[in-house]
């Protein structure tokens, strides 16, 4: 059971990290172009935003649809990573407690 269970909670543990950084690259991305930093009409910029959109934005709606209006000020990213840390948390201590 070991043999599988270990590095089956790493893999999902790495990807948990993947997926925290890529919403904080597009929260940072979606400041700066609001704030006119980066040309969102460029095509590097925008296949990384659509990219990135694709990925982070199911997450981030299914927070919104539960979380209240805070007028533009958007919490739904910063619940997600925090959320994401702590399930990612849990698979750490649950590899920490029964070590391969």
């Known amino acids: 059971m070991d043999i599988i269970l270990y590095p089956l909670l790493k893999v999902i543990s790495t990807a948990l990290s993947f997926f925290q950084t890529c919403v904080f ?9 609001t704030f006119g930093l980066v040309n969102k009409y460029s095509r590097f910029v925008y296949g990384i935003h659509m990219f990135l959109f694709r990925i982070v934005d ?15 000020i958007d919490l739904s990213p910063m619940i997600l ?5 702590f399930i990612q948390e849990v698979i750490v201590r649950i590899l920490i407690k029964f070590p391969a």
Do not use: A, H, Q, T
Request: aromatic letters at 20%.
């Open 25 to 33: 690259i597009y929260v940072l991305l979606s400041m700066l172009e």
């Open 58 to 72: 199911p997450f981030l709606s299914l927070i919104r649809r539960f979380l209240p209006k805070f007028g533009n």
């Open 81 to 85: 990573i925090f959320g994401l840390y």
